[in-house]
């Protein structure tokens, strides 16, 4: 469904484009993006290649929350780095000019994180973390949730603008409905992420035979 035809959805309940239509999908966007820590769908995978002296990765998308940076130079040893607080890294007083193998990485911006050491050669690694939705601004923009489950959007817009109309019980009745629907999503995401999870360990398996 693109943007305007979850307004077209939400207008059923009573609305029209005097009211904040665009307001309330956003936080019932937002809302379905804040159930889960990591939905299956918002999980990015990038390799990314760090030339001499070079600590910067840029995330081709908005980052929201890192899970881990894996150094593949070695596909035979790859390295976990572990992850840091940038507080606590820098309060360390760790070497800025130290080189070698990865040994942490940390955040640093909305699409930006730092590994440490410096590399001392070119090195590649894995990065996968967790993207962050952007508001739905345009008419024909489409959500970056998976299509079955847009009219979710539309059903937890509903209950946010009917409580701010102060229709209680039309309000809880579309909430109720919104968040059975929303556990249901949630229930089918983490059977995909069992069998993601033992798809990974028959590889890593494989792998290490």
């Known amino acids: 469904m693109l943007v305007s035809e979850l307004k077209t959805a939400l207008k059923r309940y009573g609305f029209d484009d005097e009211d904040p239509l665009l307001i309330w999908l956003n936080a019932a966007y937002h809302e379905i993006e ?11 995978t990038e390799e990314v290649s760090l030339s001499v002296g070079i600590d910067s990765i840029t ?28 507080r606590a890294f820098l309060l360390e007083g760790r070497s800025q000019t130290a080189t070698g193998a990865g040994e942490l990485f940390y955040r640093v911006g909305d699409r930006e994180m730092k590994v440490w050491p410096k590399p ?7 990065v996968v973390y967790v993207k962050e939705l952007a508001d739905l601004k345009e008419e024909a923009e489409e959500p970056k949730i998976p299509v079955a489950n847009h009219y979710l959007i539309p059903l937890g817009a509903a209950y946010i603008g009917l409580q701010a109309e102060n229709e209680e019980e039309r309000a809880m009745t579309a909430e109720n ?14 059977e ?18």
């Not at 804040?34 to 990015?44: A, H, Q, V, Y």
């Not at 919104?178 to 949630?186: A, S, Y």
């Open 34 to 44: 804040e159930e889960k820590d990591l939905w299956t769908f918002l999980e990015i």
């Open 59 to 86: 995330t081709a998308k908005l980052l929201k929350r890192p899970i881990k940076v894996v150094d593949v130079t070695d596909t035979a040893n790859p390295i976990d780095l572990e992850y840091y607080d940038r």
């Open 120 to 126: 001392e050669k070119t090195r590649k690694l894995l």
């Open 177 to 190: 409905q919104f968040r059975n629907k929303l556990e249901r999503m949630v229930n089918s995401d983490n």
């Open 192 to 209: 995909k992420q069992v069998g993601e999870a033992e798809y990974v360990e028959d590889v890593m398996e494989y792998y290490g035979d």
